[in-house]
């Protein structure tokens, strides 16, 4: 379904931007598997690709960096000519009470999750928009959408990824580039590994299908958006949570 597609996935050294980028290559696209501090974990990604028959390269680069950001995707464009999907993955959190909330991880997760997927954004899509085509995927949340105690920074974060998504889709529609969010429930990954067993038992309380879902789900609603299937789809927040937040 992507056969010849450059796609950048950021955040692609594990957990679902590993899923992403292992399942785009498997449908054809040249993968950058974009990581900030997992070398040897990305260097495993693209090993696991190129093992398959596929093609993949890992680019270190920090998305909260606007001009790391800026050198990094010229880089790409320097050497591929070309961008054609944008997943803007790369996200973490820093989990605590608004009372107990520092001003550090507050700005942290916002200058990542955000403004990380803001710098990427930007700087693809001038590319582009010179193409007239393009495809960006945002990975939100459910708690942009819900709210989370003991998230108030992480969700303003995906609350702003789901605006920022809306604004861009209205800006580049009609240059023939599509930007939509997903928005994932809790995903077994290293991300919800770390949860208290009390915390992931209220959970899957809360979720209709009553279990967390699979890198694999949210990896398969990419290349959905990501393929011509999904060419009359823009603006618009793809749930992947069991029912969580209908
Ligand atoms: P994860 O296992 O913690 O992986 C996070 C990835 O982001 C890693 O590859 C990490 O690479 C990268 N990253 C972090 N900061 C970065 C930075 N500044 N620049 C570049 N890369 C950076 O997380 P995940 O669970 O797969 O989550 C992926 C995305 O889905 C996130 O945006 C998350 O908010 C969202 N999400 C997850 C869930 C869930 O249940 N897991 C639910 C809803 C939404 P390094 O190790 O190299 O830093």
Same mark, same amino acid.
């Given at each position: 379904?992507?056969?010849?597609?450059?796609?950048?996935?950021?955040?692609?050294?594990?957990?679902?931007?590993?899923?992403?980028?292992?399942?785009? #290559?498997?449908?054809?696209?040249?993968?950058?598997?974009?990581?900030?501090?997992? %070398?040897?974990?990305?260097?495993?990604?693209?090993?696991?690709?190129?093992?398959?028959?596929?093609?993949?390269?890992?680019?270190?680069?920090?998305? #909260?960096?606007?001009?790391?950001?800026? +050198?990094?995707?010229?880089?790409?464009?320097?050497?591929?000519?070309?961008?054609?999907?944008?997943?803007?993955?790369?996200?973490? +959190?820093?989990?605590?009470?608004?009372?107990?909330?520092?001003?550090?991880?507050?700005? %942290?997760?916002?200058?990542?999750?955000?403004?990380?997927?803001?710098?990427? +954004?930007?700087?693809?899509?001038?590319?582009?928009?010179?193409?007239?085509?393009?495809?960006?995927?945002?990975?939100?949340?459910?708690?942009?959408?819900?709210?989370? #105690?003991?998230?108030?920074?992480?969700? %303003?974060?995906?609350?702003?990824?789901?605006?920022?998504?809306?604004?861009?889709?209205?800006?580049?529609?009609?240059?023939?580039?599509?930007?939509?969010?997903?928005?994932?429930?809790?995903?077994?990954?290293?991300?919800?590994?770390?949860? !208290?067993?009390?915390?992931?038992?209220?959970?899957?309380?809360?979720? !209709?299908?009553?279990?967390?879902?699979?890198?694999?789900?949210?990896?398969?609603?990419?290349?959905?958006?990501?393929?011509?299937? %999904?060419?009359?789809? +823009?603006?618009?927040?793809?749930?992947?949570?069991?029912?969580?937040?209908?």
């Amino acid at each position: 379904m992507l056969e010849g597609k450059i796609a950048v996935v950021t955040g692609a050294s594990r957990g679902i931007g590993k899923a992403i980028a292992l399942a785009f #290559a498997k449908e054809g696209a040249t993968v950058i598997v974009n990581y900030n501090g997992s %070398a040897a974990k990305a260097e495993a990604v693209v090993e696991e690709i190129c093992q398959a028959g596929g093609q993949a390269e890992a680019v270190q680069c920090n998305v #909260a960096d606007f001009s790391a950001c800026e +050198t990094f995707l010229a880089d790409i464009v320097k050497r591929y000519k070309r961008i054609d999907i944008l997943v803007n993955n790369a996200g973490i +959190t820093r989990d605590g009470l608004l009372m107990k909330m520092t001003e550090e991880d507050f700005d %942290a997760v916002i200058q990542t999750n955000l403004k990380g997927a803001f710098n990427c +954004t930007k700087f693809v899509s001038r590319q582009m928009l010179r193409q007239k085509a393009g495809r960006i995927i945002n990975i939100s949340s459910v708690s942009g959408i819900m709210g989370n #105690a003991g998230q108030a920074n992480y969700s %303003a974060s995906k609350a702003g990824v789901i605006g920022l998504t809306k604004a861009a889709a209205r800006e580049i529609a009609s240059r023939g580039i599509t930007v939509n969010a997903i928005a994932p429930g809790f995903i077994n990954t290293e991300m919800t590994e770390v949860l !208290p067993d009390a915390t992931k038992k209220a959970a899957i309380e809360q979720i !209709p299908l009553r279990k967390f879902g699979d890198v694999e789900d949210v990896a398969q609603t990419a290349v959905f958006l990501a393929s011509e299937k %999904a060419k009359y789809i +823009t603006g618009q927040v793809i749930c992947v949570d069991g029912g969580m937040a209908m």
